[in-house]
């Protein structure tokens, strides 16, 4: 089965910036429509952001529109997440997951990974 892992998290200040990761090591990425989720403490996961499986459709949740920046390099097997001007509401457990095409659905994600820590903090 796809195996999916995050990478990039950490402890950044209000206005900073990360760029997280998803990478496939054993299957590659170019059928599957990628979404980033995020869950904060004692709140439901929600859809941050979505790449179609060419690269040629994203969607973005509102409150980081203009923030954050889905990309993918097939080739690499790797979904990216650049999220600058950050703020302590995008703090949270990050997790990419993949899917026939972008829904808002969790259920319609087959393959997650484990997830990364991003805390925005002073």
């Known amino acids: 089965q796809l195996r999916l892992v995050e990478s990039g998290g950490g402890l950044v200040q209000p206005g900073g910036s990360l760029r997280l990761s998803c990478a496939s090591s054993k299957f590659t990425l170019d059928s599957y429509a990628i979404g980033w989720f995020r869950q904060a403490p004692g709140k439901e996961r929600e859809r941050v952001s979505c790449i179609s499986s060419t690269g040629g459709s994203t969607n973005y949740k509102d409150s980081v529109r203009s923030r954050f920046t889905i990309s993918r390099d097939n080739a690499k097997n790797t979904v990216y997440l650049q999220m600058n001007s950050l703020k302590p509401e995008d703090t949270g457990v990050y997790y990419c997951?993949?899917?026939?095409?972008?829904?808002?659905?969790?259920?319609?994600?087959?393959?997650w990974g484990p997830g990364t820590q991003v805390t925005v903090s002073s």
């Open positions: 997951a993949a899917a026939p095409k972008c829904q808002r659905l969790l259920a319609t994600y087959d393959y």
